[in-house]
């Protein structure tokens, strides 16, 4: 099977299990050859490839092409002076923030944890995913983004060919909300060092923040998440992307479709 053939058969794998749209492929995936039905010859008649036209090809744009989203919010949260002695600006490594969140009591958010879960994942991702709070079985493991809603996410960073262990996977607040509720403002105000100190070390080319407590935490907003998708916000510069939080989606599976659509922008941002 062709290279061609191959891609647009993984692709459209990919629609299936994220319930796409399994007629426009993306760009990238699209054959260079053209297929053409060829008059039959001999007795195996069928498709065959047709080269490329012979013009010269089309120049790549400096800005982004149909189907980019407009941009959005711009958040740029103060950091501390140069001459700070507080330890979560002084962290030089995802180590060392993990130390501090694993004897963090800045918030009553530390008195029912198990474990803290400060976050996973490659420290030169060119992706950050950001969710929300840990649940049940991530506060039990102290991994974010561990069972059914996880798997997810890790089917979804397949589908746009980034293994798990390349991303870069926390969440907003690294100790669990009791009953899962939504974190509560100086809950997250408390934590947001934290996440901030872990953009700046990773210096991802793109943030995936999943659900509305991550989109509005990044972009410092109250605007929900249905209004902020769509759109090429900025956290400090880095182009962030809203989708759907993958808990969600086990919910409601229609939001699989916006969410895959979601994905793919960040995908291409990345490159
Ligand atoms: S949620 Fe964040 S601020 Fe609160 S105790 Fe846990 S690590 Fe500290």
């Not at 561990?146 to 607040?173: D, H, M, S, W, Y």
């Not at 993958?246 to 659509?261: F, G």
Request: hydrophobic share 40%.
């Amino acid at each position: 099977m062709s290279d061609g053939r191959a891609l647009a058969r993984q692709f459209l794998e990919q629609q299936r299990l994220l319930g796409g749209d399994p007629v426009i492929l993306p760009e990238a995936l699209v054959p260079r050859a053209r297929v053409a039905v060829a008059p039959p010859t001999g007795d195996r008649p069928g498709p065959v490839a047709v080269p490329p036209p012979s013009a010269p090809p089309a120049a790549t744009p400096a800005t982004p092409g149909p189907g980019v989203p407009p941009p959005g919010l711009s958040y740029d949260p103060p950091t501390g002076d140069l001459f700070s002695t507080d330890p979560v600006l002084q962290a030089a490594s995802l180590a060392a923030i993990a130390q501090l969140v694993a004897g963090c009591t800045k918030c009553r958010l530390c008195e029912g944890r198990s474990h803290t879960v400060p976050g996973e994942g490659a420290a030169d991702a060119r992706l950050v995913v950001v969710g929300e709070g840990p649940g049940r079985v991530e506060d039990q493991t102290g991994r974010p983004f561990v069972g059914q809603a996880g798997e997810l996410l890790t089917k979804i960073l397949a589908a746009i060919e980034l293994p798990r262990e390349r991303v870069f996977i926390c969440n907003v607040v690294k100790c669990r909300p009791p009953e899962n509720r939504v974190p509560q403002y100086d809950e997250i105000a408390a934590c947001l060092p934290y996440l901030v100190r872990q953009i700046d070390l990773v210096k991802p080319a793109v943030i995936l923040a999943m659900g509305g407590t991550a989109a509005q935490t990044l972009l410092n907003t109250k605007q929900s998440l249905g209004a902020l998708r769509n759109q090429i916000h900025r956290f400090r510069g880095i182009p962030v992307i809203v989708t759907y939080h993958p808990a969600a989606l086990l919910r409601n599976p229609n939001w699989k479709k916006p969410t895959w659509d979601d994905v793919r922008i960040a995908r291409r941002l990345i490159g």
